[in-house]
């Protein structure tokens, strides 16, 4: 499994962005995506995970109602819309796979990581 991010940047506080996450590699379509950051001296935390076989998705509690993550109809890529950004955002956005069926935001389940994305919010 391959996964390339892309999308990130500096925005204004208020702003948004939309990350995108190429996968590539899968043998069907029982995987699960999921969205991480990590902020400098902080631990890597979930953000935003989806299901490919069925659509479920699940946000940690920080990014709910701003945050929404889909993914197209081929399947291949998964995308992250991130509004109403705050500073406290400011990571780096990483986007791993599982091998599954439900969405899930614990790390430990995930194998394959991208390299991925900054994203810097200014105030």
């Known amino acids: 499994v391959q996964l390339v991010e892309s999308g990130g940047g500096l925005v204004q506080a208020g702003g948004s962005l939309r990350l995108s996450c190429a996968a590539s590699?899968?043998?069907?379509?029982?995987?699960?995506i999921g969205w991480f950051r990590q902020a400098p001296g902080k631990e890597r935390e979930g953000v935003s995970s989806?299901?490919?076989?069925?659509?479920?998705?699940k946000y940690a509690d920080s990014v709910k109602g701003r945050f929404t993550i889909s993914s197209d109809n081929a399947k291949t890529t998964v995308y992250l819309q991130m509004n109403s950004l705050k500073p406290e955002d400011t990571a780096v956005y990483y986007c791993?796979?599982?091998?599954?069926?439900?969405?899930?935001?614990?790390?430990?389940?995930?194998?394959?990581w991208g390299q991925g994305t900054q994203v810097t919010v200014s105030s």
């Open positions: 791993a796979a599982t091998w599954g069926l439900v969405a899930t935001l614990w790390i430990k389940e995930y194998r394959s």
């Open positions: 590699g899968f043998a069907s379509d029982d995987y699960v």
């Open positions: 989806i299901s490919l076989s069925d659509g479920e998705t």
